[in-house]
């Protein structure tokens, strides 16, 4: 398999957009604040109901500090298989960090693969300096993967904080 990670043109941005929909569906299931309201879209709760009422209305309405950030389309064997957003706003970012790994999401298909090892570690290789990664505390899936990429990675040289639901580093 070909695992590539790259920026996403404006084209490309139509496929974030539909992965980000699935994305967030996934993340309801350890986000007791995510609803799915009666047009079938995810919510957050703290904003109230109804939410969006279109695929479009999701987006932008959770789209706010994604808009300023970088975002990555990942190709497997030149098929969209998932996307990356990073964060490199500093008014975004705790103190001292230059990068944060705000979403990551590989497509079912591509999952138990490889896929998502081989492409963190692509995105990561684009940015170096310090960079902070966060999980929700019921995902273990996704801690326990970050927890296994990171240590690889950095040989074990990284925090794992907040309980394992942050991890901090240096590349």
Request: aromatic fraction near 14%; proline fraction near 5%.
């Amino acid at each position: 398999m070909q695992i590539a990670v790259a920026p996403a043109n404006e084209q490309e941005m139509r496929t974030i957009r539909h992965f980000f929909l699935d994305f967030f569906y996934a993340l309801s299931q350890y986000d007791d604040n995510i609803l799915i309201n009666e047009a079938g879209l995810p919510t957050w709760k703290p904003h109230g109901l109804p939410g969006p009422q279109t695929v479009d209305e999701f987006v932008t309405s959770n789209w706010w500090i994604r808009g300023e950030c970088l975002r990555y389309l990942i190709r497997v064997d030149g098929n969209p298989a998932g996307f990356a957003i990073v964060c490199a706003e500093r008014k975004h970012l705790p103190e001292g960090i230059d990068f944060e790994l705000l979403d990551f999401y590989i497509t079912p298909k591509y999952r138990q693969q490889g896929v998502g090892r081989q492409a963190a570690v692509q995105v990561l290789e684009l940015h170096h300096g310090r960079w902070v990664v966060y999980e929700l505390a019921r995902n273990m899936t996704a801690r326990c993967f970050w927890q296994a990429v990171l240590a690889e990675y950095t040989h074990g040289n990284y925090e794992d904080l907040a309980g394992g639901t942050e991890q901090r580093f240096s590349n």
